[in-house]
């Protein structure tokens, strides 16, 4: 848990699953509370980072290869941190964050064939001790995701550099984030994301809940034990 009254919130999950949706509904909710909230997404979500976010979306880094692209994604993510995460928490927000390291797992290190020893490396570097406490990861057949992704942009929107991969790269990010939520149970909450959306709503609240609860006192003494 991070020290100070701050707490970090990641959503995870292919695309579509509704991570930007849920994402406001959780901000609006929070910020009702009377909650100092701060919404972001990776890449980007910083000047530097937003700058490094066109070139990876639009395909430009992807001829020059997978680890050209995760070190672009961990100079943005560090970017990220420490000019607008960081500072954050330590004002004692709740920042919610679309997309975080877990995407770099996946995406880079699973279906990007990455060394995994690589990406520990740029994630350890990157990230800098700014683990979420929580990250809730969005599950959903990949196709469902991609159909509602598609519906969303319109029939004629172009897919970015991700989306437009074959569906069997997208169902092994599923299974990925669903191994990687389960191998690390304490930080990580799988949610059915195929129900209707106040359903899954209400599931995102009861994790967040869980930890907006935990004291700093105790969350110090489980940093400790760790
Ligand atoms: N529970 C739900 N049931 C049905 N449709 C949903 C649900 N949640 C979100 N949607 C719709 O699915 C589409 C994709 O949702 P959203 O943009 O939130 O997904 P995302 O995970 O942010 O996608 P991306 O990875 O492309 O950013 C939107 O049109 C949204 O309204
Ligand atoms: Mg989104």
Known sequence: MNS???RFITFEGGEGVGKSTQIH??????????????VTREPGGSQGAEAVRNVLLS????EFGVRMEALLFAAARSDHIEEVIRPAIEEGAIVLCDRFMDSSRVYQGVTG???????????????NGMTPDLTLVL???AETGLKRAKLREG??????????????????RREAFVDLTRSEPDRCKL????????VVALAILNAVEDILDESVPQAAAQDGKA
């Not at 509904?25 to 701060?38: E, F, I, S």
């Not at 897919?159 to 991969?165: G, V």
């Not at 949610?191 to 106040?198: H, K, R, S």
Request: aromatic share 4%.
């Open 25 to 38: 509904r959780l901000a609006k909710v929070l910020r009702r509370r009377g909650l100092d909230v701060l």
């Open 4 to 6: 100070s009254k701050g």
């Open 59 to 62: 395909g430009a880094a992807e």
């Open 113 to 127: 064939n990455l060394e995994p020893q690589f990406v520990n490396h740029l994630e350890r570097i990157a990230v």
């Open 155 to 172: 029939k004629n929107a172009a897919p970015d550099r991700f989306e437009k991969e074959e569906l069997a790269t997208h169902e092994k």
């Open 191 to 198: 949610i059915n994301a195929g129900q209707a959306e106040d």
């Open 139 to 141: 599950d959903l057949p």
